[in-house]
């Protein structure tokens, strides 16, 4: 009984004290940051900045989803191309993004976090360029040439979204103040908001009536816009990266922010085992592996469920072309919101390990819920689209930004200062891990 006490008693036998009380204002919340010296002081430039790698960080990767209808248009004159190359996206990139981070977490000594950043970012510009270029080049190409061009497109797209992860967290975490990691998160769930917009408004801008309106995202210019935005949205971010790094030199853990230039630049990460980061942070790591594998279902079933007013002449919102982005988007639009709340001091539970592990096992709770809705047309148990939306949708995804914020910003309480750049890349292995399994189970739920 007492080795189990001090396995879940998350200050036992560690060298460092989190606070002795929970944060209750906003001087309790600035001083987790530090217990020997005044908290840095925080800039909203910073803030921004941080915000706009989030969005760069996904943005890319939710263009390929976008851009789904014309790839399977690309690959429709082959019935073994069209049935699995969404699969294969799936499984080039969870495959390579979780075997780049581990890598990179443990090569963390070597790691330059200002150097992944860049490398992530002009990756991702050249990916983008060259897929957006294919739009012209490569219409004419085969099937399986295409194919293979595409897969090469996704590794270096998940290398680079691996690269970043890495780069972008450890790089915030030495500022030392948590609401830097906040700002990734946010911009995240930004960057899943707005391609459902645009999809919601695409579909409803053709003209007609029909039943299944025509999909604009099937021709090329519509792929050619999507990629070159993710061009864009990367070109913007490595600006004002730039300008950051000018202002402020990569920072390194137990440097102040008024560290100077030439110790910022030539100091190393210190290297942190994985098993001691994992015991010092073990119901945090749970929590966020748990909660991105449950999460994983949600697009399962997303893609699956009708308007329960569907009928046979449906108004143009409750058709399937415009219903399912409008689903996808409140799920973002909430996971937006639980990022965002993050920073309210009373309503956060940093200070709660043991209470964020046990909220995402309960998550499982969101599976007979979906159920309970219009799965393939199917009569829905509970006939209602607002219980859908408002219900199941808002509040999986509002739980699933508010405790992978509050994970990722973990570190920042828990840690010492010396270990955060280290143990950040670690609870972003643990974030992909958790997705890895999530897409695995969700090949299981789709079959169900």
């Not at 430039?45 to 941080?50: A, Q």
């Not at 990139?93 to 970012?121: D, E, H």
């Not at 990367?234 to 790094?245: H, W």
């Not at 829905?380 to 992978?404: E, M, P, R, W």
Request: neutral net charge.
């Amino acid at each position: 009984m007492d080795r189990f006490q001090r396995w879940i008693s998350p200050s036992a036998n560690l060298e460092y004290e989190p606070l002795n009380h929970p944060p209750q204002d906003d001087e309790d919340v600035r001083s987790i940051f530090s217990q020997t010296s005044p908290p840095p002081r925080f800039s909203s430039f910073k803030y921004g900045v941080f915000f706009l790698l989030g969005v760069s960080m996904l943005w890319a990767w939710n263009m390929f989803l976008a851009a789904a209808p014309y790839f399977y248009d690309r690959f429709r004159s082959d019935e073994w191309a069209s049935t699995h190359y969404q699969s294969s996206i799936l499984i080039v990139s969870t495959i390579t993004n979780l075997g780049s981070l581990f890598t990179l977490v443990k090569l963390q000594k070597r790691t330059s976090y200002a150097r992944l950043i860049t490398v992530s970012l002009l990756l991702n510009i050249l990916v983008f360029t060259l897929l957006a270029l294919s739009t012209g080049f490569l219409k004419d190409a085969s099937v399986m040439v295409y194919f293979f061009f595409l897969m090469v497109m996704v590794f270096g797209a998940s290398l680079a979204t691996a690269i970043s992860q890495i780069g972008i967290f450890g790089y915030a975490s030495g500022f030392g103040r948590t609401e830097y990691t906040q700002a990734i998160m946010a911009g995240q769930g930004l960057a899943g908001v707005l391609p459902c917009i645009v999809q919601i408004l695409s579909v409803l801008a053709v003209s007609g009536d029909k039943q299944e309106p025509t999909v604009p995202q099937t021709s090329p210019k519509s792929a050619f816009l999507y990629f070159i935005t993710s061009t864009v949205v990367s070109v913007l971010a490595l600006v004002a990266f730039a300008s950051l790094a000018r202002r402020q030199p990569a920072p390194v853990s137990g440097l102040s922010e008024n560290a100077s230039e030439g110790d910022s630049d030539n100091e190393e990460s210190k290297t942190v085992s994985l098993w001691d980061l994992f015991k010092q942070l073990r119901f945090m790591a749970l929590a966020v592996f748990l909660c991105f594998t449950v999460t994983m279902m949600y697009p399962v079933f997303t893609a699956e469920i009708e308007s329960v007013h569907g009928g046979p002449n449906p108004s143009r919102l409750f058709q399937p072309a415009v219903f399912i982005p409008l689903a996808f988007f409140f799920w973002n639009a909430g996971d937006l919101i639980g990022r965002v709340i993050v920073l309210v001091p009373r309503l956060s539970l940093i200070h709660r390990p043991f209470v964020l592990f046990i909220l995402a096992i309960s998550r499982v709770g969101f599976f007979p819920l979906y159920l309970l809705c219009n799965i393939r047309g199917r009569d829905a148990v509970v006939q209602s689209d607002f219980f859908y939306l408002f219900i199941v949708q808002l509040l999986f995804g509002i739980t699933n930004g508010y405790l992978g914020s509050t994970c990722m910003m973990g570190p920042g309480y828990w840690v010492p200062e010396d270990k955060r750049q280290a143990a950040a890349g670690f609870m972003s292995l643990m974030l992909v891990s958790g997705l890895t399994a999530g897409s695995l189970l969700s090949f299981l739920i789709s079959s169900v």
